[in-house]
C-alpha cells in the first residue's frame, strides 16, 4: 500500500488497531478491532467516529453567493438559489443523457457554497466545476480533514466540546471551536442517525478525533460498518447504486429535484441531461431503485441477477448493494427492477450460486431515520 | 488436531473427523452471518467446494480437506453463525466426515507446521 494516499488520521488509525485497505486511492481503515457488527450496532446505540478525509472538500466562492448558486445550478438540478443561510442540501451532478456523474452536498455558508463530493469523484467534479462554472472560483480543500460522529450519542459528544453543536437541527452547518479548532460543521451523515459531519484543519484533526474517541460513548468505525449503515438507512453509494447509467427518476432520487427546477417551475431544467431527468420524473422512469429483503440469512451481493420468477430466462434486473445488516439483523439489498415489479411486497428472485432464493420488495430505509428535525 | 493450508482444523473422535476452521481464519474473516452446510449423507472428494461462508464482508467458499461421508452438520450454525467466531475450535465446527481414506490425514500439517505457516 505504499503508492496510497495517507489522511491526517493514519497514524491514528494505526495506533487503533484498524486493519487498513486501499479505497479510492487511500489507505482507509476497513474495521478495528471491535468489528464490523460491533461497530455497526455501537453507531446505532451510541455514537461512532469516522475518518471519511478522502472526501473531497470543495469552496465556490463568486462575488455573491447567489452567483455561486445561480452557475451551479447550471450543473447540479435542485434549488441551490433557495437555499437558506447556514443550510445545507443534498444535489447531484447530471451528464447530457441525464445520468448521475456523482452526488454531493452543498452547503450556504454565507458569501459562498461548501461542497463535499465523492473520493472516487472528486478530480473529475473538480474538473467540471472548473470547465463549466463561470465567474467562479473553484477551489479544492486540501488541508482539512473530514470527520463524521454519528449515532444517538453524537449531540451530547460534540455540544461538551462546544455548545452551540445542540442547536443544529437536520441539514444546518455552522462555525463551531472544537478543540481549538475552527471546524465547519453540518448536522448530517450517511448512516440514518442523527450525527454531525466535522471539515477540521488537518494539523488539529488527530487532536479532535483523541478528544472525540476520549467520551466513552464514542468508538472508531471502519468503512465496513459505514457500508452496512448506510445500506439500512436506504443511502445510495455512488459507483454501485448509481452512476451514468441511471438517472435520478430512476434512482428514486426525485425528491432532491425541488419543484422550482422541475418542469412549470421557475428555474426549470438548466442543466446537462434536463430533458431526459424532467421528462422522466414527469412521465415516470421504466425502472427503479427499490429495497430488497433476502429471505433467510444469506447476503445477495451487488451483481446477483434479478428474476421474476424461480425459473423465467431473462434477469429482469440487479442488485447493486447488498450485505448482512446487523441492526435489521438479516440480509438487506438494493437494486433495481422494472416498475410492474417495484410494489412493496412483490416476490422476486436472486441467482444465488446457481439457485434461485426469494427476494420481497419493500420501502426504504430498512432502519428508520432516526435524524433530529 | 490436524490443520490444512485454507485453514481448516480437523480432530479425531474415534473413526469420525470433526472439521471446523481456525481461530486465525474466523479473524481474517470477520464476523460470520450465515453457513451453508452439505447435507449429511453426501460423499465428498478432497478439495469440493461444500461449504460457503458469509460474512459482514464476502463470500468464501470451504474445500472437503479430505475424501469421505459428511456424517453430521451443526445445526447450530444456521440460528447462530457467530458460533464460528467465538468458538472456532469448538462450538463453531462445522461438519463431521467419515474418512473413506484416512491415510490423507497424514499429509496434513500438525499444530506446530500451522502456526508456523500462519506466522
Redo the contacts between chains.
Keep these: 500500500m505504499t503508492d496510497l494516499l495517507h489522511t491526517p488520521l493514519y497514524d491514528l488509525h494505526a495506533d487503533l488497531g484498524a486493519r487498513m485497505v486501499p479505497f479510492a486511492g487511500y489507505a482507509m481503515p476497513v474495521q478495528y478491532p471491535l468489528g464490523v457488527m460491533g461497530e455497526h450496532t455501537h453507531t446505532r446505540e451510541k455514537a461512532g467516529l469516522f475518518d471519511v478525509s478522502h472526501m473531497g472538500q470543495v469552496i465556490l466562492k463568486a462575488d455573491t453567493f447567489e452567483a455561486a448558486a445561480r452557475a451551479l445550478e447550471t450543473l447540479v438540478p435542485v434549488d441551490i438559489l433557495g437555499l437558506g443561510p447556514d443550510r445545507q442540501r443534498y444535489g447531484f451532478f447530471t451528464d447530457d443523457k441525464g445520468g448521475i456523474t456523482d452526488d454531493l452536498m452543498l452547503a450556504n455558508r454565507g458569501d459562498h457554497i461548501f461542497v463535499v463530493v465523492n473520493a472516487a469523484c472528486k478530480a473529475a467534479d473538480i474538473d467540471h466545476m472548473k470547465a463549466h462554472l463561470d465567474g467562479v472560483e473553484v477551489t479544492e480543500i486540501t488541508d482539512r480533514a473530514l470527520l463524521a460522529l454519528q449515532g444517538p450519542s453524537a449531540e451530547k459528544v460534540l455540544a461538551a466540546l462546544d455548545p452551540k453543536a445542540a442547536e443544529m437541527r437536520f441539514m444546518d452547518v455552522a462555525t463551531l471551536t472544537l478543540c481549538g479548532a475552527e471546524c465547519w460543521v453540518s448536522r448530517s451523515g450517511y448512516t440514518g442517525e442523527d450525527g454531525y459531519e466535522i471539515s477540521v484543519p488537518a494539523a488539529q484533526a488527530s487532536d479532535l478525533a483523541k478528544a472525540l474517541l476520549a467520551h466513552v460513548d464514542v468508538e472508531a468505525i471502519g468503512l465496513g460498518a459505514r457500508d452496512s449503515l448506510r445500506l439500512e438507512a436506504g443511502l445510495c453509494l455512488y459507483g454501485h447504486d448509481i452512476d451514468t447509467s441511471t438517472t435520478p427518476a430512476q434512482a428514486n432520487l426525485g425528491w432532491a429535484i425541488q419543484k422550482v427546477r422541475r418542469a412549470g417551475g421557475a428555474r426549470t431544467g438548466g442543466f446537462p441531461g434536463a430533458e431526459a431527468v424532467l421528462g422522466e420524473l414527469f412521465g415516470g422512469a421504466e425502472r427503479k431503485r427499490v429495497g430488497l429483503l433476502p429471505e433467510g440469512r444469506a447476503p445477495m451481493r451487488e451483481g446477483v441477477e434479478l428474476f421474476a420468477t424461480a425459473d423465467s430466462d431473462a434477469a429482469i434486473g440487479q442488485i447493486t448493494s447488498g450485505t448482512f445488516g446487523p441492526t435489521r439483523g438479516g440480509p438487506v439489498a438494493m437494486g433495481y427492477l422494472p416498475m410492474e415489479h417495484t410494489t412493496p411486497g412483490t416476490t422476486i428472485f436472486g441467482e444465488l450460486r446457481g439457485k434461485r432464493l426469494p427476494l420481497t420488495v419493500c420501502a426504504l430505509p430498512f432502519v428508520p431515520a432516526k435524524f433530529k428535525r | 488436531m490436524k490443520f490444512t493450508e485454507e485453514h481448516e482444523w480437523l480432530r479425531a473422535e474415534n473413526d469420525i473427523i470433526v472439521v471446523g476452521i481456525t481461530e486465525h481464519a474466523t479473524t481474517q474473516l ?2 460470520i ?2 453457513v ?1 452446510l452439505p447435507e449429511v449423507g453426501t460423499t465428498v472428494s478432497k478439495d469440493d467446494e461444500i461449504v ?1 461462508i ?1 460474512s ?4 468464501s467458499d470451504i474445500l472437503a480437506p479430505i475424501d469421505g461421508e459428511i456424517v453430521e452438520v451443526n445445526e447450530a450454525l ?1 440460528d447462530n ?1 457467530a458460533l464460528a467466531n467465538d468458538d472456532a475450535t469448538g462450538a463453531g465446527w462445522f461438519f463431521k466426515i467419515k474418512p473413506s481414506n484416512p491415510s490423507q490425514m497424514d499429509g496434513l500439517m500438525d499444530e506446530a507446521a500451522y502456526t508456523a505457516f500462519i506466522a
Excluded at chain 2, 56 to 59: I, P, Q, R, T
Design positions: 470477520g464476523d452471518v450465515f451453508e460457503v458469509e459482514v464482508k464476502a463470500a444456521g453463525p
